[in-house]
């Protein structure tokens, strides 16, 4: 693809090389354009603002200009959705079309985001990062591969790919504390902690209003079992992270997280009603709300009518579905809280069929869907038929690798607590002792390992036996 793209310099649009604030060569002819695409990239990182709609107004600044053409498509591929996809192909048309007045570093972030489009998110990053190697002041690249590998699982990557760069980062650069933003939540998904909540800190040091940043902390909290502390976190950072924020809703979704880690089931699902429930025009968006609402329901509340409301939002046809596993588990999971309706069986099929043949998606995502996703469908369908042999079996099995479709360690904890669920359902008392032994070093005196652990306690004096 790259040789049908013939590079010639700025100079044959006619004018002197400009710079971004970072000093990147960039081929703009206007100012206005430069400011737009700025924006854009702010916003990108900080959520704020509407990145499609600066990118779209350097557009029409700078019409003959390739890279806010390449930028919207990257972002509109970041969304991980079927449609948005499509549109990322157009806007990537529209850019090889212009790719002769490119520079070199534009040429390759087209290349990249071509690459991703057609569905091979892996080497897609690859490809950012050969930009970062000779350019590792460009913030984009780096979100664009740091977004990548929060959908590929590569927590290696979401920690060393920020590492490899910061040494050319100081703070007197623009866009710096995002850096380190996305620094700490892959130092976070590390496993490394105080790393990850001094770095994040440190983020917020040089930009308090970086919710990336203020989630990655809440991740440490989250992981750590210091669940009141990480409330009162989101708590008091509420005016940098809440309002008019595109992330808004996943921060909120932590702080679900922390109020049923303290089983305050009322406050969790208030928080749902109030921030997560209306939240349903994105699928990122409504994976968190179809998490909040599976784990009340396995802790005892009756959700049904929320569920059926929000699986109605879940498209369950391909090519929606069939895009991205994670998005169909979770498709998945809000049709089975929904109950056992028809047209919720149908849902179901069409889901399980999709995943088994992902029909929209590229290479990435069918070895996601064939490794993970499939499987896990087939675990939680178990569960739903109340076979909890099975599903704990098929839980159990799948968990260690589930990692490889995307998300974080807190999202895929809803694998581990259906597990817990299934396994004392199925009577296997070992097997829910075994799994909870897991959570007891970080959360070993929270309420919701405590609940836990009466569960289990009353399957053992009624199995004295045993
Ligand atoms: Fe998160």
Known sequence: MDSLIEHTDRAARGAAIRRDPRGLAISAGADSAILAVEQAIESMLSYFGDPLQALDQAIAADPGWVHPHTLKAAVLLTLAEYEPACEARECLDRAEGLARGANERERAHLVAARTVAQGDW??????????????????????????????RGDALNLRRRPQRVLPHWSR?????????????????????YGEAEETGRAALEVNRRDPWAVHAVAHVHEMQGRHAEGARWLGTRQ??????????????????????????????????????????????????????????QLLGVDVDVRFERLAGYWRTEA????????????????????????????????LLAALAEPSSAGASNQAMSAQVGLPLARAWLDYARGDWPSAAEGLFRVRDRAHAFGGSHAQRDILT??????????????????????????????????????????????QPGQ
């Open 122 to 151: 892996e080497r897609g990053c690859e490809l950012w990062d050969a930009i970062l190697v000779r350019w590792p002041l460009d913030s984009a690249a780096l979100l664009f591969a740091h977004l990548f590998d929060f959908y």
């Open 172 to 192: 007197g650069l623009p866009l710096y504390g995002y850096v380190l933003g996305m620094q700490a939540f892959g130092l976070e998904e590390s496993g490394q």
């Open 239 to 296: 005016a940098d992270w809440a309002v008019d924020n595109g992330f808004a809703y996943h921060n909120w979704f932590h702080a679900a997280l922390f109020q049923l880690e303290n089983m305050d089931l009322a406050a969790a699902l208030d928080t749902y009603d109030a921030h997560l429930a209306d939240a349903t025009d994105m699928a990122l968006q409504r994976v968190d709300g179809t998490a909040v609402l599976w784990r009340l």
């Open 319 to 350: 090519p929606d579905a069939g895009f991205y596993a994670f998005n169909d588990l979770h498709a998945l999971v809000a049709g089975i809280g929904a109950g056992s309706s028809p047209a919720s069986a149908a849902g179901r099929e069409r």
């Open 417 to 462: 607590q259906t597990l817990l669920d299934a396994a004392i359902r199925a009577g296997d008392r070992a097997l829910a002792t075994h799994v909870l032994n897991e959570r007891c070093p970080a959360k070993a005196s929270t309420p919701l390992t405590a609940y836990w652990r009466e569960r289990i306690g009353a399957l053992a004096a009624a």
